[in-house]
C-alpha cells in the first residue's frame, strides 16, 4: 500500500515552461514533506522541504505547495531548464523525532525538460 | 569529501549465493538505512540503524539482514538472493534523531539470475 502516491509517472516540458508534480497523501499524522532529485547514476539529494505549518515554501526556481486540508502538495519548477532533467521523488514522515530514518517515498517522477 | 559510499556498484550473482553490499559513511552520521529502488514503486526502506547495534525493520525487510558493528558501517546481507531481489539499492545516513536530510550514496544495481 502507498502512503504517498506521486503523479505523473513522467513529464516533458519545455525550456523554460513550468513543472508541475503533484503528490497525495493519506495519514494525516504526516508533517515533514521532502522533495528529493536524483540524476541518472546517483543518488537522490535533498531539494526543497516543507514542513504543514506554512501553505508554500520556495528556494529559487522552486516552491513546493502544501494544502493540508487535502492532503496535497507539489514541485513547482519555474523556468525549466534542461539541466533540471531528473527523477523527482516526494517524501513524507510522521515521526519527526525518528526524523529521516521513517520517510516514506513517493513512486517518482521522469522529468525531462526539450531545450 | 563527505560522503556515503556503496560498494559495489554493479553485482550480478545467481540464486542462493550470498551476497553482501557494504556501505559506509565518513561524516560520523547516527542514522543510517537501506532502501530499494523499483520502477513505478519508489523508494522502499528495507532496514535502518539510529546508532551502534541498533536496528529495525523497515517497509520491505524480508530476505535481507544488516548489522551495525561499526558507526561508519552498514553492510545489507543476501543470505540465499532470489530474482525478485533483483534492484538498484541505496544506502543513506542522517546525523541524528533531529536532522532529517538523508545522504544518498550512489546507488547498488543487483542482478540475481
Known amino acids: 500500500q502507498q502512503q504517498v502516491k506521486q503523479s505523473p509517472q513522467s513529464l516533458i516540458v519545455q525550456k523554460g515552461g513550468i513543472s508541475i508534480i503533484n503528490c497525495a497523501y493519506e495519514?494525516?499524522?504526516?508533517?515533514?514533506f521532502p522533495w528529493y532529485q536524483q540524476f541518472p547514476g546517483k543518488g537522490p539529494a535533498l531539494l526543497i522541504a516543507i514542513r504543514p505549518d506554512v501553505s508554500e515554501k520556495k528556494e529559487g526556481r522552486f516552491t513546493i505547495s502544501f494544502n493540508k486540508s487535502a492532503k496535497q502538495f507539489s514541485l513547482h519548477i519555474m523556468d525549466s531548464q534542461p539541466g533540471d532533467s531528473a527523477t523527482y521523488f516526494c517524501?513524507?514522515?510522521?515521526?519527526?523525532?525518528?526524523?529521516?530514518?521513517?520517510?516514506?517515498f513517493g513512486q517518482g517522477t521522469r522529468l525531462t525538460i526539450n531545450p | 569529501e563527505a560522503q556515503v559510499t556503496q560498494n559495489p556498484r554493479y553485482l550480478i550473482t545467481v540464486t542462493g549465493k550470498k551476497l553482501t553490499v557494504t556501505c559506509s559513511q565518513n561524516?560520523?552520521?547516527?542514522?543510517m538505512s537501506w532502501y530499494r529502488q523499483d520502477p513505478g514503486l519508489g523508494l522502499r526502506q528495507i532496514y535502518y540503524?539510529?546508532?551502534?547495534?541498533?536496528?529495525d525493520k523497515g517497509d520491505v525487510p524480508e530476505g535481507y539482514k544488516v548489522s551495525r558493528k561499526e558507526k561508519r558501517n552498514f553492510p545489507l546481507i543476501l543470505e540465499s538472493p532470489s530474482p525478485n531481489q533483483t534492484s538498484l539499492y541505496f544506502c543513506?545516513?542522517?546525523?541524528?534523531?533531529?536532522?532529517?536530510?538523508?545522504?544518498f550514496g550512489s546507488g547498488t544495481q543487483l542482478s540475481v539470475l
Open positions: 540503524s539510529m546508532n551502534v547495534e541498533v536496528t
Open positions: 561524516m560520523n552520521h547516527e542514522y
Open positions: 517524501a513524507a514522515s510522521d515521526d519527526i523525532i525518528q526524523g529521516a530514518q521513517k520517510l516514506v
Open positions: 543513506a545516513s542522517s546525523l541524528d534523531r533531529d536532522n532529517e536530510k538523508l545522504f
Open positions: 495519514n494525516t499524522a504526516f508533517d515533514y
